[in-house]
């Protein structure tokens, strides 16, 4: 269901549309934690009650800093960010989970509008993803938060994003599925279509930013936008 925006930049035409990957066009993210649940399992560590929130969004010079000092990995960040990484990557070779409809919206809104991906996720990832999926030649433009140093809530993903697509962020609509990844692309002047991830539901207060909510990523069209339905 449409959201009201509060912003002028709601009335500007939609040039571009970012993506946001984790949560949006592949289910990662119980993979993710996942994976670094159990690597602290195996060196005897608890899993702190918010760490599971707390990492959504973080790149990965920050979720791998923060799985040394808060969870206790005794190994320093880029070893506990390589280990995690590769075992993400061998996940994802024995089955890529892609969201139901996302392929086909890509390639649908990709026909109308150039097409940007943002992600938490490391570049390496992503490119496994985008080969795999077979959805790399739909992007103009890839980015990875450890490209940018600072992850969501920060905006700095989505502004690579529109500086390497050629678009300002206000015509730009970012599709995202969590409370960070939301105040991020709106801090960074685009409007938003929520998606809102069903493991790890957006705050209320994240939710309603968005300019556009809707229930699927099967539901999302140029026509959502504003644009013409092809």
């Keep these: 269901m449409p ?4 912003s002028g ?3 500007m035409s939609v040039a571009a549309v970012v993506f946001y990957l984790d949560g949006v066009l592949i289910d990662s993210e119980g ?4 994976v670094r649940r159990d690597l602290a399992a195996e060196a005897g560590r608890p899993w702190p009650a918010s760490a599971t929130a ?35 990557v061998s996940s994802y070779a024995r089955h890529l989970p892609l969201i139901t409809g996302a392929v086909e ?8 509008f150039p097409l940007g991906l943002a992600s938490s996720s490391n570049r390496g990832v992503i490119d496994v993803v985008m080969s795999a999926s077979g959805l790399g030649e739909e992007f103009s433009a890839t980015v990875s938060s450890e490209e940018v140093g600072v992850g969501k809530p920060a905006p700095d993903v989505y502004l690579e994003a529109a500086r390497c697509l050629g678009v300002e962020p206000p015509a730009c609509v970012a599709v995202e599925d969590s409370g960070n990844g939301i105040r991020s692309a709106v801090a960074a002047g685009m409007r938003v279509v929520a998606i809102p991830n069903h493991e790890f539901p957006p705050a209320r207060d994240a939710l309603g930013l968005a300019t ?3 229930g699927s990523i099967a539901d999302l069209s140029p026509g959502r936008l504003g644009g013409d339905a092809r």
């Design 105 to 112: 919206t890509v390639r649908r809104m990709g026909r109308r």
């Design 9 to 11: 930049i709601a009335h």
């Design 31 to 34: 993979v993710w934690d996942r």
């Design 212 to 214: 556009w909510q809707l």
């Design 54 to 88: 707390d990492m959504m969004g973080m790149s990965s010079l920050e979720w791998s800093a923060y799985m040394h000092a808060a969870v206790g990995l005794s190994d320093p960040p880029p070893t506990i960010n390589r280990d995690v990484v590769a075992r993400v």
């Design 3 to 6: 959201v009201p925006a509060d």
